[in-house]
């Protein structure tokens, strides 16, 4: 299968803190793939440079053929980008908005409205499309932002957290735009640090972290490589603070990673025969209480676990990443 | 073709542009309350305290350069808020080269400083009675002005990473440079070493040559054009490095 996308060894340093650290990897014309990290892992310096936005320090990413070093007009011209921000001009109408975008992308007038006219039909937003923008929903910001990317009929889809602080309701109408637009035949590329839109969207993924690419495979394989572990997950009765119960358990022998997932302790471990004694043991010599027990299948987020060492974060865990993340933001905003 | 193309996309930039901050009729009617205030107080004070000398005469083009000075810097920042609202990449991600969009975001700027200083003309005209011997010569000093003050305006917002230390940057300009170069008092009235400090300033230069075009002073119109053309290169090669830059990081 022919590669739309190919990155080989691509790193970018800034001011000596490593933001992309050698990452490869290739996205088969057609595929949807995901760069699956947390918040200032990387992803978006990689999709920036795959973008023609930011010069590589070293490495190279060759996009629809093109090098981006060597072609960034060429890439830019084969990409729509949908940044992680709705990034449109707020005082403008969503007409005038994607007007602009088809001028910058060198489309004839009469194309132009045709495809103005298509996208604003298929997204929803024609009763709304003389209205300025900065009076849309976040939902129509994005959808917008997603027309507005998609004006030049792109071969290659790049999505920045496309869900990113919607509704779930707006969440699920971009995931079928994502699905639908593949079906047309585009290729997409889409980051995100929601483990389950990685799991419903994208079949083969890369697991990005700290800049480097952890691992690079499907959901399916990425998940059984967490075979072996089991997942068990519990609710201490009368808490409101289950986080407080983390490293009590997870200091227990046996117990090989313990987090919150949707208010429960999710805890890994190869061997639950072993380890559910130990936890009710542990839970009522701390006074509580175990109000619920389940045996769950492991899930990607589990097996991210199980190859980071840690859950997906929010927050950066020292002064260096807080620095890195700041300065793969700073890029041009 | 190419070069079509690219001054193109340069066009679109900057219509886009000024279509964004005409839509936003407080932007537009702030903008140019400011000179317009300005005009008013220092005419009643000046203009009841000396009647014979028609300070208003004096006044007029110094207001007239001073708005090509807030309009022109304040568009051009635009870039400071386009990079800090994201805006910036849908135009970097466009197959747009560097080039096009510091000559789009530059004439946006230009004529906004042009459109801003006509509207304090029309005013000082038609309220005060300001006449101008050389309308023309008049229009090509506003322009060369707006265009100085563009590139200082570009230099800003490549220095400035946030539109806070952009506005506290440009700030730090644009006040010294309203009261030393001759809006409100005669250059050479100034105590040492501030004539100096007004010389050094591209407001100096346009203010002078304004009044120079009102009553007929060609020669030291043109000399003072000559001045702002040097300004405008100058600031636009400067501007223009440290935006292609960061463009090209």
Redesign the interface.
């Known amino acids: 299968m022919e590669n739309a996308i190919e990155v080989k060894e691509l790193t970018r340093n800034y001011g000596g803190l490593l933001a992309v650290d050698h990452v490869s990897f290739k996205v088969n014309s057609g595929e949807i793939f995901g760069l699956l990290g947390p918040n200032g892992a990387g992803k978006t310096t990689t999709i920036r440079m795959i973008c023609g936005m930011l010069r590589p320090t070293s490495g190279t990413a060759v996009v629809a053929g093109f090098d981006v070093s060597q072609k960034p007009q060429e890439v830019k011209r084969r990409i729509g980008l949908v940044p992680d921000v709705s990034n449109l001009f707020g005082e403008l109408s969503a007409r005038v908005n994607l007007e602009f975008m088809g001028k910058l992308y060198g489309l004839d007038k009469k194309t132009r409205r045709q495809r103005i006219d298509q996208v604003l039909e298929l997204f929803h937003l024609k009763e709304r499309q003389n209205d300025p923008v900065k009076y849309y929903s976040k939902g129509m910001h994005r959808r917008l932002t997603i027309a507005a990317a998609l004006i030049h009929q792109p071969e290659i889809l790049v999505m920045d957290e496309p869900t990113s602080g919607l509704d779930a309701q707006a969440a699920r109408l971009v995931r079928e735009i994502v699905i639908d637009v593949n079906k047309e035949g585009r290729t997409i590329l889409l980051t995100t640090h929601q483990i389950d839109e990685a799991d419903r969207l994208t079949p083969r993924v890369g697991i990005i972290d700290h800049g480097r690419l952890i691992t690079l495979n499907t959901v399916e394989q990425i998940k059984s490589s967490a075979e072996g572990l089991r997942a068990l997950e519990i609710r201490i009765l009368n808490e409101v603070d289950q986080q407080r119960w983390i490293p009590i358990i997870g200091g227990a022998e046996g117990v090989d990673n313990v987090f919150l997932a949707e208010g429960k302790i999710r805890i890994l471990s190869k061997d639950l025969s072993q380890i559910i004694p130990t936890v009710v043991n542990l839970v009522d010599k701390h006074g509580g209480k175990i109000e619920n027990v389940s045996v769950a299948q492991p899930t990607l987020e589990d097996a991210y676990i199980n190859l980071t060492g840690e859950s997906i974060r929010e927050e950066p865990k020292s002064r260096e990443e807080y620095l890195q993340r700041r300065l793969a933001r700073s890029g041009l905003r | 073709m190419k070069t079509s193309?690219s001054l193109?996309?340069a066009v679109?930039i900057a219509e886009?542009d000024l279509?964004?901050s005409f839509?936003?009729v407080r932007h537009v009617v702030w903008s140019l309350l400011f000179p317009i205030f300005m005009m008013f107080t220092f005419s009643f004070r000046y203009g009841a305290a000396e009647p014979d000398i028609r300070f208003i005469n004096f006044l007029i083009p110094g207001i007239v350069g001073m708005t090509a000075m807030f309009g022109s810097i304040n568009e051009t920042m635009s870039i400071v808020w386009d990079?800090?609202?994201?805006?910036?990449?849908?135009?970097?991600?466009?197959?747009?080269?560097s080039a096009s969009i510091i000559v789009g975001k530059t004439m946006s700027g230009a004529v906004m400083g042009v459109i801003s200083a006509l509207v304090l003309l029309l005013i000082g005209s038609m309220i005060f009675g300001v006449s101008f011997v050389n309308i023309s010569l008049v229009l090509l000093i506003i322009l060369l002005a707006s265009f100085s003050f563009t590139g200082i305006g570009t230099i800003i917002s490549g220095l400035a990473?946030e539109p806070r230390e952009a506005m506290m940057l440009s700030n730090l300009l644009r006040f010294p440079m309203m009261f030393l170069g001759g809006v409100f008092f005669p250059v050479e009235t100034m105590p040492m070493p501030l004539p100096y400090v007004a010389r050094a300033l591209p407001l100096t230069y346009a203010t002078e040559a304004l009044r120079a075009s009102e009553v007929g002073n060609i020669s030291t119109a043109f000399i003072d054009a000559m001045v702002l053309l040097v300004y405008t290169i100058g600031t636009m090669l400067l501007g223009s490095r440290i935006l292609m830059r960061?463009?090209?990081?």
């Open positions: 193309m193109m996309h679109w886009n279509r964004q839509k936003s990079r800090s609202l994201g805006v910036f990449d849908r135009i970097l991600a466009a197959p747009v080269s990473p960061i463009m090209t990081r």
